[in-house]
Nanobody, 126 residues
Framework: VQLQASGGGLVQTGGSLRLSCTASGRAFENYAMGWFRQAPGKKREFVAATNWSGRQTYYLPSVRGRFTISRVNARNTVYLQMSSLDPEDTAVYYC????????????????????WGKGTQVTVSS
């Protein structure tokens, strides 16, 4: 399985970015997808996840209402629309996929990743 993320960059506080992640190597529509991030000197943290259909989503509380995860199965792509960006959002963002199509609760999305993509840098300037 390969995950290719793109869309990172430098943006000012309050700005927006959209990250994309295209997957290959297995049937995209059968698996949940997610986004994580890692800021300098910090552990990687869960940001958002969606089940196979896109109808079930979970978010890190600090991004809920500002970030939106979505997917287009026909394009094998998952997106992370980020708005009202803050310097605290500065991090390397990683796309992830899961071995199942969905999970019963958010906690399982934190810990069940089976493949990671290479990260894309998001920098929010103050």
């Amino acid at each position: 399985v390969q995950l290719q993320a793109s869309g990172g960059g430098l943006v000012q506080t309050g700005g927006s970015l959209r990250l994309s992640c295209t997957a290959s190597g297995r049937a995209f529509e059968n698996y949940a997808m997610g986004w994580f991030r890692q800021a300098p000197g910090k552990k990687r943290e869960f940001v958002a996840a969606t089940n196979w259909s896109g109808r079930q989503t979970y978010y890190l509380p600090s991004v809920r209402g500002r970030f939106t995860i979505s997917r287009v199965n026909a394009r094998n792509t998952v997106y992370l629309q980020m708005s009202s960006l803050d310097p605290e959002d500065t991090a390397v963002y990683y796309c992830a996929t899961y071995p199942n199509s969905d999970y019963e609760g958010a906690r399982e999305y934190y810990n069940s990743v089976d493949y990671w993509g290479k990260g894309t840098q998001v920098t929010v300037s103050s």
